[in-house]
Structure formats: C-alpha cells, structure tokens
C-alpha cells in the first residue's frame, strides 16, 4: 500500500545546474530533478542526511518544483555546450509515485525528445516504461543511458530496506525492455549493504540475473551511513530487523566519518571482491566509452576516460599515480580554459575542441603532462577517434 504524501510545491529559477566538468560518475554536464525527497522510503538513503537541508519526512514531504519543465524549455535553447542532462539526484527518484499523476519528468523528456542533448537517467523505479518511446527517441536524437538501482536478488530485503520501491522481478524486467528498446543499459548496484546485500549467495544470484539480461555495466559501492539521522535511522531498522547485525555495524561504522565510509580495510576488502565479481561476469564498472564517444565535446570524453581509467587500472592493481598526476594537470587545463569561453560569449561551441586538437598538435600539452605514454593516449582518443574497452583497456576501433 502506498503510503500517503504531502506535496510541498515550489517554483525555481533554474532548471538546469551545469557542471564546469562533466561528472565522471553519471557523465553529466547538466543536472535537472524535477522532485526532492521520495516517497520509496528506502531506509538507507543517503538523501535523509543533514547536509542535503531535506525538509519534513524524507518519504513523505515531496517538494515538487512545478515550472522546471517550463524552466527547461527556455534553457535548452541557450546552452552552449553541449553534454549529457542526467535527470536524477541521489536526494530523489524521477520516477516515483507522485511522477505518476504529476508527469513532470514526462514532459521533460517530450523536450528532451526534440533537443540536442544526450540523456542519463538514474532510477528505481519502472515508471520509466511509460515513457520508454520519448527515451528512444531520445536514444535515436542523442543518446540515451539508463542506469536502474538494484542491489538485493529477492524481495525479503527489498521489502525491509525499499518498502516503497518496486520489486526485484519488476525492475529486472525494466532492464530487459530497456536493452530491447536499444537503450545502453545499466545497473548502480548500490548500497550493497554490509553482511545482508553483500553476502555471496545474494551477489551471484544477482550478477546472474544480470548477465543473462546482458547489462552494459554494474556499478558497485557500499553503503555510507552518515553520521545524524540517516545513521540513527538505518541503525534502528537494523536493531528491530537484524539485531545479531548491529555490532558489527557498530563497529564498521564507529569513527563516525562525515562521508559515512566504513573502515579502511572493509573498503579495500570490498573493492577487490568487486573486482574479481565483475571480471568473472564480464561487466563494465563504469558506463563503457563506447557509449559516451561521439555524445560529448572531445574535450570532456577526455576528461571522463583519465577519471574512469584511474579505477579500471587500480582495480587490475596497477599503479595510477602517474595517471592521477596527469589527469589533475589536464584537469586544470580544461578547467582555466573553459572559464575562458564561458567569458567570451562570441565563442563557437566548437571552440575548445578546436582548443584541444591545437595544443595537441603543437606540443604543448605534452609539455604540460610531462607524459609521453599519456599523450599519446591523448592523441589516440582526441584525433584518431579511438575506442577503450573497458575489459581489455584495449584502444581499438568503433
């Protein structure tokens, strides 16, 4: 039974919060949410902390920004860069229950159907299937990735930690519509709550189901509990739950981090179960180049691979401090140019790619990185037009 909200509606100024980088994470240049709080209730949710200033319930009291579509018509004609619009936040689900009756997200997407833009959208929910032929076309426009949340591979725990989220059997058929209607397709696997969702039996019942859908990525993380009241929160769930638990959590949560990591050892211990988890299944760990490459400016593609390489390298146990040394100063780099062109009004959009392909050719980027090997890569990516995968960290061709 879906429990009762109250709306809480507001008009905005801005629809559209723009990055100065593309976020590595969602590869978003622009991020739109139509809603704050969701009404999926899920226990763990990081959006129930003090830092994200949530008003009321988290799962009860749903703001609701009525004119962003509105909002987002007028901004889409006056963007200059493009890069993707991720629709989602990790302090609201797009598609919750109010989406329903309110259609917010669903006259977004009507515009996103006719712009230029390339589209990421993050969710639980299987709402997303009533807008599945805008998202297509938004696919055939632009480019469209989807990446539903799932960490549990039945519903006992799904129905104690997301009472108000779809089940484990209908969000795997959302994945498998969203492959078919030619959608890259994904899968945020996170929170994998310590000793519950991370046990064995439950990853590789979920890994299964998932590579028999044939998803482009999984991407694992822990949970965070940060410290206030989502962690008081959680911890009472677990109390009332799984009381022979909470010691343990009390224990892997007992600094009281203000990011809410776990201990160190947990995280690394994590990490390299994931790794081996995901080679054995033959998943991405992050959304693959090759759905990204041509949907962005050059420059960001650039930006976005440093990022994703330095995880897909520190996994296989390589070190990356090289790498990170010349992702930070190309970072810098992208980062005072583009202050620049957002200066300079009379600029063309293709003017930093034009930027990029120049200190290219003269040398003075490889002057800057001090990196022949990572120039070079460079040059593969920004002027050949070469594809990493991210399995064999192989370049090669489309």
Not at 19 to 48: I, Q, T, W
Not at 61 to 75: A, G, Q, S
Not at 282 to 302: K, L, Q, S, T, W
Request: proline fraction near 6%; charged fraction near 25%; aromatic fraction near 8%.
């Amino acid at each position: 039974m879906t429990t009762p909200v109250t709306l809480h509606h507001r008009t905005v100024k801005i629809a559209l919060r723009k990055n100065l980088l593309a976020e590595p994470f969602s590869l978003a240049k622009y991020r739109l949410a139509p809603y704050m709080a969701c009404a999926h209730g899920c226990v763990y949710c990081d959006g129930r902390a003090e830092r994200y200033h949530v008003e009321g319930d988290f799962a009860t009291d749903i703001t609701v920004r009525d004119n962003l579509p509105e909002r987002l018509r007028d901004e889409l004609t006056r963007l200059r860069e493009k890069g993707f619009i991720s629709l989602g936040s990790g302090i609201t689900d797009i598609y919750q229950p109010v989406e329903e009756g309110l259609g917010l997200v669903r006259a977004c997407a009507e515009l996103l159907a006719e712009a230029d833009f390339p589209v990421v959208l993050l969710t639980k929910s299987t709402l997303l299937q009533r807008d599945l032929p805008l998202w297509q076309a938004v696919q055939a426009r632009s480019g469209c990735i989807v990446a539903v949340s799932l960490v549990f591979a039945d519903d006992n725990l799904r129905a104690i930690f997301e009472p108000g989220a779809p089940t484990v059997g209908d969000r795997l058929n959302l994945l498998r519509q969203c492959k078919a209607a030619g959608l890259c397709t994904g899968v945020l696997a996170m929170p994998l709550l310590p000793y519950l969702a991370d046990r064995e039996d439950n990853l590789h019942s979920l890994f299964t189901s998932l590579a028999d859908i044939g998803v482009d990525f999984v991407v694992p993380g822990s949970l965070t509990l940060r410290p206030g009241r989502q962690k008081e929160g959680f911890l009472k769930t677990l109390a009332v739950q799984f009381p022979e638990k909470l010691p343990s959590y009390l224990h892997l949560y007992g600094k009281d981090l203000p990011s809410g990591a776990p201990l160190a050892p947990f995280c690394h211990s994590f990490s390299r179960r994931m790794t081996v988890l995901l080679e054995k299944y033959g998943f991405a760990p992050a959304i693959p180049h090759r759905f990204f490459r041509n949907r962005m400016p050059i420059y960001d593609e650039v930006h976005i691979l440093l990022h994703h390489m330095q995880s897909l390298y520190s996994a296989k146990g390589v070190d990356v401090t090289r790498l990170h040394l010349g992702q930070k100063l190309y970072d810098r780099w992208l980062t005072e140019e583009k202050r620049q062109f957002n200066r300079r009004r009379s600029l063309p959009a293709e003017h930093l790619d034009e930027r990029l392909r120049a200190v290219l050719a003269s040398g003075e980027l490889a002057s800057l990185l001090a990196n022949d090997r990572l120039t070079a890569f460079i040059n593969s990516v920004a002027l050949e037009r070469q594809v990493l995968d991210y399995r064999t960290l192989q370049l090669g061709g489309e």
